[in-house]
């Protein structure tokens, strides 16, 4: 089952500790449920299921769920609050929260990262606890030591057990998970306390999906390397923690750098998740709607999440076109399931069918109104900013190899009064990017023509940086000239049928590398296994982590090649989820542009992060 470490009861002697899987026979089901999860990879369900198990082995009675910053974010991804106060869970507060009254007839879950902070803050409450009973819920490895100041603490024994449920990550999409970590690195170097954070998730996510790993990892990236030996470290020292059945194929951890590929996260996107994070941002499910000129009050801030919004569920991969015609369909079918109550309520019968479908069509209701909110929202932007055109020369840029006519094309768009500052510096950056080493760059024309724009040196100044952070010194993969014969004849081919929408011919750079690594060609000299083992047959569950963000066409990727490749289960996370005004937040906080230019000027300071 999903592994549960660390099972503490002060019902033995000293707070004993026995490190063991923890299953009553009451979870019976859940076991199978896990089980299941095992097979599926579902980062949403293993997340799910912890926070369920948790409330579970509390038992019957009124609940607090006490939660810190991070916590609070990992159990909002994956439950409403409606769902959870249907478990008797009655109140939410932060562990930090100074204010919080004694209510001794409430029990405690208390849902927690092991950091110092939470366990200073976890002391303090039990040497006065507020709660009658606490039933402590560690998101990853807790010390022994850690373990006996709690236990120390106790002075009234009102800790029921302490144990390690491994949900120490963002679950997303069922095949997508975050850290939502920006600027994880200093130049090419990690962040000491980001890489602390990132080893702790990745592990967790491993140890959530009952995954001991064979790992791969970018021979080009140091980062991606460090990684690498940190997760195996930990693998090492957990032993028993990941000691799970063996399988035929073991399962492969793929460590990759976002600075391979800089063009994806630059690119405007055109399938209703992506382009909501793009034009909108998605922070967490909730999409902030407070700007949309003569917005509701109710509508300022919506949560879009597929387990609640059948709508999104079966929409959130679908282009804009389509969405526009779904969109149609939804308020169609919301009119003709409209209840009579709308009109006249002449008997008894009309009534009772108004009280017992007034629920429903309240829901109905509050589902139509965001989506023809969000949706009209994309559509005005789309037309006030042009996007149409922007979009179709950016994929010109990223998808073909015709430098007179992108020039052409880029310099007509920054003369167009409509495209803003961050789609003219974009379109200049993914130039950049695409014709680097061209004999006929015209790089320092096109930043004149940003100048002549008005566009702020902010932004002017994010090109040159684009290119330190992912150009082509950088890079360990040909991301913009394929070189063997197999790889050209097959982009001429794609040229001379087309394509079937010109504003998705990109396809990222992970599409290729997942590609031939379920082929088996993925070369070892660009992705080593670390440590002597290789897979010798096709992999079948991958997990692959971004270093500097993934993105949703990304994890569009993913869920194409889980639906349409039988027997391979793939799941994609990232330090982050990206759009391009997060990904250029990024390239700012590893302050390589930074670093470069005071080492050209022989300055010797430290670079200020962000």
Not at 357 to 365: A, L, R, V
């Amino acid at each position: 089952i999903t592994p549960i470490g660390l099972c503490y009861s002060n019902q033995e002697v000293g707070f004993a500790v026995c490190r063991s899987v923890f299953i009553k026979r009451s979870a019976l089901f859940l076991y199978l449920l896990l089980l299941l999860l095992a097979v599926r990879m579902n980062v949403v369900l293993a997340v799910k299921q912890y926070v369920s198990k948790m409330i579970e082995d509390s038992g019957p009675g009124m609940k607090v769920l006490l939660m810190d910053k991070e916590t609070t974010s990992i159990v909002s991804m994956v439950y409403t609050q409606s769902e959870i106060l249907q478990k008797e869970v009655y109140l939410f507060e932060r562990i930090d929260s100074t204010n919080r009254e004694t209510m001794k007839h409430l029990k405690a879950i208390c849902f927690l990262r092991p950091t110092k902070d939470n366990l200073e803050h976890l002391i303090q409450e039990l040497h006065r606890p507020k709660y009658s009973v606490y039933f402590i819920y560690f998101s990853n490895v807790i010390s022994k030591s850690d373990v006996k100041s709690l236990a120390e603490a106790d002075e009234q024994e009102v800790v029921a057990e302490v144990q390690e449920f491994f949900g120490d990550y963002i679950a997303v999409n069922p095949h997508l998970f975050s850290l939502n970590i920006i600027g994880c690195t200093q130049g090419r170097t990690w962040d000491a306390a980001h890489l602390n954070r990132t080893t702790q998730g990745l592990t967790a996510l491993l140890l959530s999906l009952k995954k001991c790993p064979m790992i791969r990892y970018q021979l080009s990236s140091d980062v991606s390397k460090r990684l690498a030996e940190n997760v195996k470290q930990i693998i090492s020292k957990e032993i028993e923690l990941f000691d799970f059945r063996r399988t035929e194929v073991p399962p492969l951890l793929l460590i990759l750098d976002r600075s391979d590929d800089g063009i994806t996260p630059l690119l405007n996107q055109w399938t209703y998740q992506a382009m909501v994070h793009e034009l909108l941002g998605i922070n967490n499910n909730r999409i902030d709607l407070s700007r949309v000129p003569g917005i509701s009050k109710d509508l300022k801030e919506v949560v879009l999440s597929a387990d609640n919004d059948e709508f999104y569920a079966n929409n959130m991969y679908m282009n804009f076109g389509e969405i526009g015609t779904n969109i149609k369909n939804l308020m169609e079918d919301f009119q003709k399931k409209k209840p009579k109550g709308q009109q006249k309520l002449e008997s008894i019968a009309d009534m009772k069918a108004f009280v017992e479908n007034y629920p429903q069509f309240k829901k109905m209701s509050g589902t139509v109104s965001k989506h023809v909110t969000v949706v009209g929202e994309l559509s005005r932007l789309v037309s006030e900013r042009n996007l149409m055109a922007v979009s179709e020369v950016e994929q010109e840029l990223a998808c073909q190899n015709d430098h007179s006519s992108a020039h052409q094309n880029v310099r007509r768009l920054l003369q167009n009064p409509k495209v803003t500052e961050l789609d003219a510096a974009r379109l200049v950056m993914l130039y950049a990017l695409r014709y680097e080493r061209h004999s006929s760059n015209n790089l320092p024309g096109l930043m004149e023509d940003l100048a002549r724009k008005g566009v702020s040196e902010r932004y002017r100044k994010l090109v040159s940086a684009v290119i330190e952070y992912g150009g082509k010194r950088v890079r360990g993969s040909d991301l913009l000239s394929p070189k063997d014969a197999v790889a050209i004849t097959k982009q001429f081919f794609k040229g001379l049928k087309g394509v079937e929408n010109v504003y998705t011919q990109h396809q990222p750079l992970l599409q290729e590398i997942l590609d031939q690594l379920i082929k088996g060609k993925l070369k070892d000299s660009q992705y080593p296994y670390l440590g002597p083992s290789i897979l010798r047959d096709r992999p079948q569950d991958i997990i692959v982590f971004i270093i500097g963000g993934a993105t949703y066409e990304e994890a569009l990727v993913v869920y194409n090649l889980n639906r349409t490749m039988p027997g391979v289960r793939i799941v994609l996370g990232g330090t982050t989820v990206h759009n391009t005004k997060t990904f250029l937040e990024e390239v700012v906080a590893t302050g390589v542009h930074s670093r470069n230019v005071e080492r050209s000027q022989g300055v010797a300071r430290s670079t200020t992060r962000r």
